[in-house]
């Protein structure tokens, strides 16, 4: 097993440190990567069949993992010679160095499929191991049919703050084609269990352009979404992965392959109605309610840090990104060895790091600073800005709503020419 610890992966790649400005707090993503099943469209890494040991063994592990992390204070992942690991920034704590965090993801697979004590013990673990600010958003992801009432009291006692439900869709069929095992009813029943629970915020993912979805159960889940009253949505457009059942029905002409037309209609369609209903887009596929927006992922899209633990798990501080090792089998026995369950590790060059900020942070309502993505190539600018899709403020480079739509290919058309292929 190719296994490298972050003090011996400075030979993945000849690292330029770079000191762009890294705003906001750090966060931390736990991966949990068991499912009951897997769903026909999802090429996560996730093990389905799981026994009640390898959970166990799961659980014990993510604690040593986060805690030889923890140990090794923010210089073991920053890249070498970045400036001011060391320093200890406002407010930070005393914790080998680590500034203090705004936010735990503990995602998945599904973490619930966990036991409620074993899944709150992972949290009071990084609570534990790492400074966390006294308002930390911590977020658990869940499929509707595996939340009760009783384990969200046990996770809203460990600190949860949020939940992501993955609902996908209201409609019967849409769930049948994605392969989906909850039925609808199970989605109003985790956000109500939620909030008698207690859980600050609710959120539910929908896909939209799936085969043999009509605009009318489009906008029936998007009605039956907002009539919860969560507090923040995620639309993401159903991708055809390789090597998922739902891509080989494509390929068989079981089922049509996605069309782009449809699903730019339906995230025309999700705008409006979402909008409609207080939820103000705040990132190309994410809509809240003015103050519930996720801090986590706006940590990553404004290209700040984050710890990453778990299987398969993917972490990036200060240019540095590395990754875990993907099979569970394989990372549970790394940790269980006493090693690190890194499986590879980059530092970003300047470049790099610029284009990375562009694509997300041009995803953004808020944009980028000009400072973190210069060189772009201004003529662009210019004629974008005609176009009436970007809006350019000297300071900041933002798009308008016509142009958030098209935010991929406009950063793609925003990078000076010689980075572009
Ligand atoms: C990693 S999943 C975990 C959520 C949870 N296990 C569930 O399925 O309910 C996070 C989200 O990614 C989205 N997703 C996964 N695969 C996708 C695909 N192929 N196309 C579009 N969205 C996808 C789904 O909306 C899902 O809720
Ligand atoms: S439950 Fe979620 S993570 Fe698991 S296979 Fe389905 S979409 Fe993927």
Redesign the pocket.
């Known amino acids: 097993m190719a296994v490298v610890t972050h003090a011996a992966d400075a030979v993945v790649a000849a690292p330029t440190p770079v000191s762009l400005p890294t705003p906001g707090a750090p966060g931390v993503y736990v991966h949990v990567p068991f499912?009951a099943h897997r769903?026909d469209?999802?090429?996560?890494a996730?093990t389905t069949g799981a026994d009640a040991l390898a959970r166990r063994r799961s659980v014990a592990a993510l604690p040593r993992e986060l805690a030889t992390v923890a140990a090794a204070g923010p210089a073991a992942v920053a890249p070498r010679g970045a400036a001011g690991v060391l320093a200890a920034p406002d407010g930070a704590a005393d914790i080998a160095g680590w500034p203090v965090f705004g936010s735990v993801f503990v995602?998945?697979?599904?973490?619930t499929l966990l036991d409620a004590d074993d899944l709150a013990g992972v949290v009071r673990a990084v609570a534990t191991a790492l400074p966390l600010a006294g308002d930390a958003e911590i977020t658990v992801?869940?499929?509707?049919e595996t939340v009760i009432a009783e384990s969200l009291a046990t996770l809203v006692a460990a600190g949860v703050t949020r939940l992501?439900?993955?609902?996908?869709s209201f409609s019967p069929s849409v769930l049948a084609t994605l392969g989906?095992r909850?039925d609808v009813s199970s989605v109003a029943s985790a956000v109500t269990a939620a909030r008698a629970a207690g859980v600050a915020q609710v959120s539910v993912?929908?896909?939209y352009g799936t085969p043999g979805e009509r605009d009318a159960d489009w906008h029936a889940s998007l009605r039956q979404a907002v009539g919860l009253g969560v507090d923040h949505v995620?639309c993401?457009?159903?991708?055809?992965?390789a090597n998922?059942p739902?891509a080989a029905r494509v390929r068989r002409g079981e089922v049509p392959d996605i069309d782009e037309d449809v699903q730019a209609r339906r995230m025309a369609t999700a705008d409006a109605v979402l909008a409609a209903a207080g939820l103000r887009r705040y990132e190309v596929s994410n809509w809240a309610r003015p103050g519930a927006e996720s801090a986590h992922n706006r940590t990553y899209w404004r290209g700040g840090d984050w710890l990453a633990l778990g299987a398969s798990s993917h972490g990036h501080w200060q240019g540095r990104r590395w990754w875990n090792v993907r099979p569970t089998g394989r990372y549970l026995a790394a940790v269980e060895a006493g090693g690190a369950p890194v499986a590879g590790a980059e530092v970003l060059t300047a470049e790099q790091r610029r284009t990375e900020r562009l694509l997300t942070g041009l995803r953004t309502v808020d944009g980028v600073p000009r400072a973190a993505v210069t060189p772009v190539d201004e003529a662009q600018i210019g004629a974008l800005v005609r176009a009436g899709l970007l809006v350019d403020d000297a300071a900041r480079l933002r798009l308008t709503p016509a142009g958030l739509p098209l935010a991929d290919g406009i950063a793609l058309r925003l990078l000076p020419a010689r980075e572009r292929c």
Do not use: K, M
């Not at 993401?236 to 992965?241: H, I, M, Q, R, S």
């Open positions: 499912c769903c469209y999802c090429d996560f996730v995602g998945g697979g599904t973490p992801e869940a499929n509707p992501s439900l993955g609902a996908q989906r909850h993912d929908l896909i995620s993401y457009a159903l991708t055809v992965e998922t739902f």
